[in-house]
Structures are given as C-alpha cells and as structure tokens.
C-alpha cells in the first residue's frame, strides 16, 4: 500500500481517504462520494482495529462483511480498498502508540479508557502508509473527529481533515453498523435518541441556557422507553469538549446510551451566535 501511495503521489495524483472498520451504509457512503468528487484516488480502508475495543466490548462480534463492502465500496468509485489483517497492523513487538490528553478523558473517553488511543494509533498508522492528501470522518463521531484533528495538529502530520453530517435513518436514528445489533423494537426506540437532540436544539434556540435544565428535558424523551440507558449525555464546548453549565455559544450536544447490549451515540451542534443573539 505504501508503494502504490508512494506512486500514486509522485504522479501527481491527490489521494483521498475514508477510514472505515467495514460494514458499510449510507454514512460511510457518503464520505466516499464527496472523497471521489474532491480526489484523483480515493482509498478507502476496511480494518476492524482490535486497539480501540476494551475487554468485553464488541470486536468478535463486530459485523464483517467483505464481498459486499467491495461492491458497494466499487459503487462508491473507490480505488483502492486497503484491507489489512490485524497481525500486519500490530505485528509482534509492536509498542508505540499515540495517546491524546483531555479529549479523550471525557464522554466516550470516560467508559472506554483505552478507546482513543487505539483509534489515534491506528489513524497515524494509516495516514503514514496511505499518505492522503485529504482524510474524511462523519460528525456521528464528533469526539473522534476533534481528537484526530488534534493528533494531526500537534504532530504536524499534514493531512487536511473533512467533516461530513451525519446520516440518519428515516427515524432520525444515526447510521451505524452496531444498528444491525438492534431488534426491531430497540431500533425504534432508539430514535428518541435523536429525539431528544432536537429536543435540545430547540430548547437552546428558544433561549434557554441552563444545560442541566436541557439535560433533565432530554433524560425525560429518553425514559420514555426504560429499555434506552443513558451511558452519558453532555453539553460542552465544541473545541475543548470542556462541560459548559451555561450555553452562551455554540455547544456541542452528545450522548452515548445502551439499547440491550448495544451501546449507540450521537449528537448535535446547536446555539449558533444568530440564534442567541435572536434570544
Ligand atoms: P466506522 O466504520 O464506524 O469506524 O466509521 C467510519 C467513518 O464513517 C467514521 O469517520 C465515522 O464517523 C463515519 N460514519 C459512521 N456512521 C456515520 C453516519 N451515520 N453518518 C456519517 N458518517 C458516519
């Protein structure tokens, strides 16, 4: 794969990226569509990284399905599907791994210690063998995205990073290959989720700036259905991630919670200077 980057560039192509752990839907689709338009080569990888699941969660059960991911990947115009197995990644003797302070302590960071880690880790690893001029995330993964634009920041790594929305499903629920997990009550359930997102957005654009009164309204969308647990829901600062008590600018809204087993998130941007100014 370094080789056919290394060509790729020195023939004057720009190479797009889209990191993916496979399964792919209409989110991952997505990047790969704005990547083809921005690009000469998109690469995409497929790569369930083992780094960046905790004991006990999910990586066996991960859902993998190659020979479709290559025909939609193929339907998408992508190039070049990097596939690596999990001893090429981390072959024996392999101890450097990158590790990103405060963003990564809170929300997810908070349940899933080591999480962060394995992600920033395997991005580096991929960035440095694909050498993308472009990389492109979904903001269903928010805290993702700001610690790798971080990462690739203080490490001067020179890869341009792009945010795209996130897709949803027709209910609102976020796109996600762990909704395969769902039961077809959870699945329904489970768009309260977004619910109480927009439940929130509204409240802010409506003037409300107390984020635990916001909070107490999106724990009472999410209790409707007992089966939902809150994992965390947290308002803060969009950059810093930092907890804000009182919403006086743009705030990044995000919530993880367990559907059964199944641990879901997403999230929002709301508070937009227009709107409180308006308020
Ligand atoms: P994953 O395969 O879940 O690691 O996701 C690979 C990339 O696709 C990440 O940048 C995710 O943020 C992005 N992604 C996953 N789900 C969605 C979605 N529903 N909408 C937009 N992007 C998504």
Redesign the pocket.
Same mark, same amino acid.
């Given at each position: 794969m370094q080789e056919i980057s290394s060509r790729l560039k020195k023939a004057g192509n720009s190479i797009g990226f889209?990191?993916?752990? @496979?399964?792919?839907?209409? @989110?991952?689709l %997505?990047?790969m569509r704005k990547a083809r338009r921005e690009n000469d080569a998109l690469v995409i990888s497929i790569f369930v990284n083992p780094k960046q699941f905790g004991p006990g969660e999910d990586y066996r059960q991960y859902p993998r399905d190659l020979r479709r991911d290559e025909a939609l990947a193929g339907k998408a115009g992508v190039d070049i599907i990097f596939h690596p197995r999990a001893a090429d990644m981390y072959p024996e003797g392999h101890e450097t791994s990158v590790t990103v302070g405060d963003l990564a302590r809170v929300m997810c960071g908070a349940s899933r210690p080591a999480h962060f880690e394995g992600v920033c880790t395997v991005c580096a690893k991929l960035f440095n063998i694909i050498k993308p001029d472009t990389a492109?995330?979904?903001?269903?993964?928010y805290q993702?995205?700001v610690i790798i634009r971080r990462m690739v920041e203080d490490l001067n790594m020179g890869v341009k990073l792009k945010v795209?929305?996130?897709?949803?499903e027709e209910s609102g629920l976020?796109? %996600? %290959?762990?909704n395969s997990y769902l039961s077809r009550p959870q699945r329904e359930n489970a768009a309260l989720l977004y619910a109480s997102l927009k439940k929130a957005r509204s409240l802010i654009s409506a003037g409300c700036k107390n984020a635990s009164d916001i909070k107490k309204a999106m724990r009472n969308i999410i209790s409707r259905e007992p089966g939902i647990r809150i994992d965390y829901i947290s308002i803060a600062d969009p950059y810093t991630l930092k907890e804000k008590k009182s919403v006086t600018s743009k705030v990044i809204i995000a919530l993880a919670a367990r559907a059964g087993k199944t641990r879901l998130i997403d999230n929002i941007l709301a508070g937009e200077r227009r709107n409180l100014k308006e308020a």
């Open positions: 889209v990191p993916t752990m @496979g399964c792919l839907h209409e @989110g991952h %997505s990047l492109y995330f979904g903001q269903k993964d993702q995205a795209l929305p996130t897709v949803r976020a796109r %996600s %290959s762990r």
